[in-house]
């Protein structure tokens, strides 16, 4: 943020992005004797930049979302029984992008199209992002910063959306881009402009170098089912992978700051009615993609 107090002066503020819940740490600049009523005036310009500055970043960080993320241990029908559940919608088929050796994975991305009826959707994910310094203008109306919350670990994902036509689909899915130079090109075909932007800068390509790794593939498809309860605001994802197994997950949005003490509540809650809440809750995306290379 930049305050204009003459021509050829400017106060620099912080920005939000470097303001942590609040807690704005900046040295206030100091008056000596002497100083000119211009030195009074760019000091008292300032206290009103970086009280803005808080201000603003209040307002951000209350604003901050996050994802309460549950991985669920029971059969998948017990789950929908004694939770009550009810199907939401139709069936989703999932495609992932990675090589063999998790290449994008590693790097903190995810490449994923899902498929519902006759839309299609292509995301990237970035994780271990910071939600209060991620551009906004690269959030259009298909982007989205929100903390996945694994565990008692928050990890800032920004997440870029981006629906395909049938065409573009069918490119994707061609028997012959199964893998390869050939899905790399055509997965760098159908990114939007910021998907590409993000994707470069995460993985430090340059000018005429490829976004995506040439040994990629195309990896599934897995399905994947969507429970509710009528009166719960969270929603069960049953993942079944092309050899069967299958995973349960639990999710939930809400505010940030609410996330911890209603992933309590809704542990207490599951395991009341018989559901059994995995040891480990770590994302299961990595497990995922070790199924789904072999």
Request: proline share 3%.
């Amino acid at each position: 943020m930049g305050c204009l107090i003459s021509r050829n002066f400017w106060c620099m503020c912080r920005t939000a992005a470097e303001v942590r819940l609040g807690h704005y740490r900046a040295a206030r600049p100091t008056l000596s004797r002497g100083v000119t009523a211009f030195q009074k005036c760019a000091v008292a310009v300032w206290s009103a930049c970086a009280s803005a500055a808080f201000c603003a970043s209040g307002a951000h960080a209350a604003e901050l979302q996050a994802e309460i993320q549950l991985n669920l241990c029971s059969d998948p029908a017990q789950v929908v029984q004694r939770l009550q559940l009810a199907q939401e919608g139709k069936l989703t088929t999932v495609w992932l992008f990675d090589t063999a050796t998790q290449d994008l994975y590693r790097d903190g991305l995810r490449l994923r199209l899902r498929e519902r009826g006759k839309r299609s959707e292509l995301t990237l994910k970035i994780a271990g992002q910071n939600c209060l310094q991620t551009d906004p203008v690269l959030l259009n109306a298909h982007g989205k910063c929100e903390a996945d919350l694994h565990g008692d670990a928050f990890d800032d994902v920004v997440s870029l959306t981006r629906s395909l036509d049938a065409q573009a689909r069918a490119a994707l899915l061609a028997p012959a881009v199964g893998r390869g130079a050939p899905l790399a090109a055509a997965l760098s075909a159908v990114l939007d402009t910021n998907q590409r932007a993000l994707l470069a800068r995460r993985r430090g390509t340059t000018a005429g170098a490829p976004l995506i790794p040439q040994d990629i593939a195309r990896l599934g498809p897995s399905t994947v089912r969507a429970y509710r309860h009528a009166k719960q605001p969270y929603v069960v994802e049953v993942w079944t992978l092309p050899g069967g197994e299958k995973f349960v997950e639990l999710s939930q949005k809400l505010r940030r700051g609410a996330a911890l003490a209603r992933r309590s509540e809704i542990q207490q809650e599951v395991a009341a009615k018989g559901v059994v809440i995995c040891a480990d809750q770590d994302s299961q995306a990595q497990r995922k993609l070790e199924l789904l290379v072999e």
